[in-house]
């Protein structure tokens, strides 16, 4: 017998391996999403405790005038981490570009979304990228010097911290090139209760979510993890300004995972997403730190969430 794995495959093996073997053991957040845990995701952002994606969705119709005005027309849109977004007609239809290009590390999902944009609209040629988005990309290959519009919803910056989401932001600067915009939702600092209840909400969706991970792992890296001894826990950190998210051994516990022993204690944490939150002012910071002009801002009337538009200098700066 013979098994082919994927990149993907051994990515997460060796991520999960090397994660549990920390002394504060730890998975990227970036593993939630095979099918279930996207499935499960989308299950989320409908939950009513789960504000930004409704808030965000409402900012986006409400300025869709705002952001072609300040995007102006004939822009190639460029989605980063596109997912399977419910958000990209709203901007598609806002801007009318003439290519769509989703940029996701998720190639099977990326070709079934990239097919159903096409066929909704029938003039827009899309043209779906697989790959890393923290990574530059180049896109003359495909569009020349054709100007571009970035696309970046959902708070998915809130996944890195402030060092990384810089580099990440810096990265974008690079394949979107001189006088280009990126339209960007980043979520805001608030009462930590209403965050922690909508990372924790009652029908426990996000509590499957967190532990599906536990179910990946057992079915993709042949772990031998009794589910059932974890617990999900959504905790603010009010010093990082951040939720995080840890799945809990409810008792002392050990497993196998690809042949490897591992053992936990009662109430010892697996660390497996960091979502951070920002004030408006900080959110600006971010942009001139990595190399944007901030050009609007709106927020919803509770001030829960931000929708931005940014912008790259008109010429190349001497770095
Ligand atoms: C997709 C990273 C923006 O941080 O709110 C939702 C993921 N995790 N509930 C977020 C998530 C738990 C989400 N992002």
Avoid at 11 to 33: M, N, T
Avoid at 191 to 214: H, K
Avoid at 237 to 264: S, T
Wanted: aromatic letters at 8%.
């Amino acid at each position: 017998m013979s098994d082919l794995l994927t990149q993907a495959q051994t990515d997460f093996a060796q991520a999960v391996l090397a994660g549990l073997s920390q002394r504060q053991k730890v998975i990227p957040a970036r593993f939630f999403y095979d099918r279930r845990g996207s499935e499960l995701f989308e299950q989320i952002t409908a939950q009513p405790e789960y504000y930004p994606t409704r808030t965000e969705t409402a900012l986006l119709r409400e300025h869709s005038a705002d952001i072609l005005r300040l995007a102006g027309e004939g822009r190639v849109v460029v989605e980063f981490g596109s997912g399977s977004s419910a958000k990209t007609p709203l901007l598609l239809k806002a801007v009318r570009p003439p290519i769509y290009i989703p940029i996701d590390i998720s190639d099977a999902y990326l070709a079934e979304a990239a097919q159903a944009t096409a066929k909704a609209h029938p003039k827009l040629r899309v043209v779906p990228i697989a790959g890393d988005f923290t990574m530059p990309l180049y896109l003359g290959g495909v569009i020349g010097d054709a100007p571009r519009l970035g696309f970046f919803p959902g708070s998915t910056i809130g996944n890195f911290g402030p060092p990384a989401a810089v580099d990440l932001l810096r990265s974008f600067a690079a394949t979107l090139g001189t006088d280009s915009r990126l339209v960007i939702g980043i979520d805001l600092r608030k009462d930590p209760r209403v965050i922690e209840v909508a990372y924790d909400d009652a029908a426990g969706v996000t509590a499957a979510f967190n532990l599906n991970l536990l179910h990946r792992i057992n079915r993709e890296l042949g772990g031998t993890i009794d589910v059932d001894t974890f617990e999900h826990r959504a905790e603010w950190n009010d010093g990082l300004g951040r939720i995080e998210m840890h799945l809990v051994a409810r008792q002392d516990v050990a497993f196998d995972i690809a042949g490897r022993r591992f053992a936990m204690r009662e109430g010892e944490t697996i660390h497996t997403e960091n979502s951070y939150k920002y004030r408006i002012e900080e959110a600006a910071i971010l942009a001139r730190a990595s190399g944007w002009e901030p050009m609007a801002v709106w927020t919803d009337l509770d001030r829960l969430f931000s929708l931005h538009v940014w912008a790259t200098a008109k010429e190349r700066i001497e770095p």
